[in-house]
Each structure stands twice: as C-alpha cells, then as structure tokens.
Nanobody, 119 residues
Framework: QVQLVESGGGLVQAGGSLRLSCAASGSFFSIIDMRWYRQAPGKQRELVATSTNGGRTIYADSVKGRFTISRDNAKNTVYLQMDSLKPEDTAVYYC?????????????WGQGTQVTVSS
C-alpha cells in the first residue's frame, strides 16, 4: 500500500503565498507522475499541476506563472509553491501519485488540504 500525506494548507490573504507538500510512503518501486488537483465547493475536481518522472512540468492555464510544482525524488515528495494567490484559488488541494509496483501502475490520492484565500 502507498500513503500520500499532504501539508501546508491554510488561510492567506490575496496576493500572498503558500507552499504545499506531499510525501509518499509505502511499498513501491518508483513514482511516475505526481500531480496536484483542487476542488472548490460546488465545482468539479480540476488538475492544477503535473510533475513527470522525466522532469516535465505542466500547469493549468489558471495558475501558470503563479504556481510552481517541484519534486524531491530522494524524499518521494512533491511541492506546490503558490504565489500571488487569488480568492478563486480557494479549494481543497489533493495530491495524486502514479507509482510503479511489481511492473504495474497504481494511482493514489492524498487526503486533501484546505487552502483559503481571503480578499
């Protein structure tokens, strides 16, 4: 089994910054992709940023230039640096990982961390 533990959410004023962390632990051979999703009240969950094991990063248009995803492979951890936050960034942020276990790919979700941006 694999566990994803997120941290770093909270309340911040518009224009401020937060840094989310997600650490993966458990039994797996390697991590393929790590992603951040978010879900605002009454809305569908949306993909915010992706970090592939090849070093590629992909962002939703709504966060380009403001958010930065990075990962520390030695620590099996992915980060999301969020700058210039806006009230519309308010959501529960979820970490998602695709891992390789015994030559098969499995995906896992974290429990979510609340980010609230006040105007």
């Amino acid at each position: 089994q694999v566990q994803l533990v997120e941290s770093g959410g909270g309340l911040v004023q518009a224009g401020g910054s937060l840094r989310l962390s997600c650490a993966a632990s458990g039994s797996f051979f390697s991590i393929i992709d790590m992603r951040w999703y978010r879900q605002a009240p009454g809305k569908q969950r949306e993909l915010v940023a992706t970090s592939t094991n090849g070093g590629r990063t992909i962002y939703a248009d709504s966060v380009k230039g403001r958010f930065t995803i990075s990962r520390d492979n030695a620590k099996n951890t992915v980060y999301l640096q969020m700058d210039s936050l806006k009230p519309e960034d308010t959501a529960v942020y979820y970490c998602y990982a695709v891992v390789l276990r015994v030559e098969l790919r499995y995906s896992y979700w974290g429990q979510g961390t609340q980010v609230t941006v006040s105007s």
